[in-house]
């Protein structure tokens, strides 16, 4: 294909051709629809675009990256960064009400301000959650969200540190990520380590992510991740006893975007039609339950890349209920 990426609209023929690199065409089917996997840089894969696509001409291999990651580049004003952007979020203390002491940092990216090709329905998984828990009665000044151009590397960073600075052993959280993830590669293509990808390219490693999540306390955890490969995300810290996760799909399969739903493929199921559909939102569990089959069975199709088969990691050993409920109040020693 040489850098060119096919953008078709479901149900019609192929109406734009944009420029892009390394891109991968796939074959038409009549339902579910075929999908157009980016792949901006021959070898780091974001979110797919769940579109029609004529057929396929023969892709190079990608190119294994096998340089080390970047460490991170530290920046002194960041903190204030946010407290200008979140300045109620930042004044926020625990409270013994309802909603009072539930806690989330929500990111979805579609905008890139670097060289990868944008997302489209990413920011739109963020933002349909933050709805959700309004909804279920959590503070507006105890959620952070991040999209797009927000969303950069120390931003992100300084979101996770706000979370350790409010969540407590009585506290619920919530994290979430949709967009591209980064890899590099080893000897045979072996991933030998993923990020989450900003819209600035200064790229969230999973150790760091461990390591900053690792130091939240909380009583009950949510973590979200819509990303290819979502998974391999799944490490000592970011996993933990008192945390359930779901992952849109297997450490080595991909993941898709549907347009048409306005959300990544994996939004649509849990978080639209597993949650928000739903007078009532389910526990988190027993919405992976249903979105996860309906998730695979609607990528069944996916050519070159296969469907995406969501993956439930659960170390809370209860259901995860999203409703707004007065804060637990530990009694005194001896009553």
């Known amino acids: ?35 157009e996997l980016v792949q901006p840089d021959q070898h780091v894969t974001g979110l797919a675009s769940f579109l029609e696509a004529p057929e396929p001409e023969p892709q190079p291999d990608p190119v294994p990256d096998r340089g080390s990651p970047p460490d991170p580049v530290p920046d002194p004003d ?20 309802a909603g009072e002491d539930d806690w989330a940092v929500l990111v979805g990216i579609n905008e890139h301000l670097g060289g990868v090709p944008d997302n489209v329905a990413s920011a739109q998984d963020a933002e349909r959650l933050r709805a ?36 407590g052993g009585d506290s619920r ?31 969230v490693r999973r150790e760091e992510l461990a390591e900053a999540l690792g130091a939240v306390d909380h009583d009950a955890f949510w973590g979200n991740v819509a990303a290819c490969e979502a998974a391999g995300f799944s490490l000592p810290g970011v996993t933990a006893p008192g945390r359930v996760w779901t992952f849109s799909s297997a450490a080595d399969e ?14 649509r199921f849990l978080l ?9 939102a389910p526990p988190v569990q027993h919405a992976f339950a249903d979105a996860a089959p309906n ?31 007065p804060a637990r109040i530990t009694p005194p020693m001896g009553q």
């Open 1 to 35: 294909m040489d850098g060119r990426r096919i953008v078709a609209v479901l149900a019609a023929v192929v109406a734009v051709v944009a420029a892009s690199v390394g891109v991968a065409s796939v074959v038409r089917h009549d339902a579910p629809a075929a999908a």
């Open 78 to 97: 960041r903190r204030a960064a946010f407290v200008e952007r979140f300045p109620t979020q930042d004044a926020a203390e625990p409270g013994t009400g």
């Open 132 to 167: 959700l828990l309004l909804r279920e009665g959590w503070s507006d000044d105890r959620i952070v969200l991040l999209t797009d151009t927000e969303a950069t590397g120390e931003m992100i960073r300084e979101a996770l540190a706000w979370l350790e600075r409010k969540a």
């Open 173 to 203: 959280v919530v994290f979430h990520f949709s967009g591209h993830s980064k890899k590099w590669y080893g000897a045979g293509g072996t991933i030998t380590d993923q990020a989450l990808w900003p819209t600035d390219d200064d790229f």
């Open 254 to 267: 991909k993941s898709y975007e549907d347009p048409q739903a306005d959300h990544s493929v994996w939004g």
């Open 272 to 280: 639209d039609q597993g949650m928000w559909q739903h007078d009532d």
């Open 295 to 325: 998730a695979a069975e609607y990528t069944s199709l996916q050519v070159p890349y296969g469907p995406q088969r969501p993956v439930l990691v659960d170390d809370l050993g209860e259901p995860f209920d999203l409703t707004a409920v």
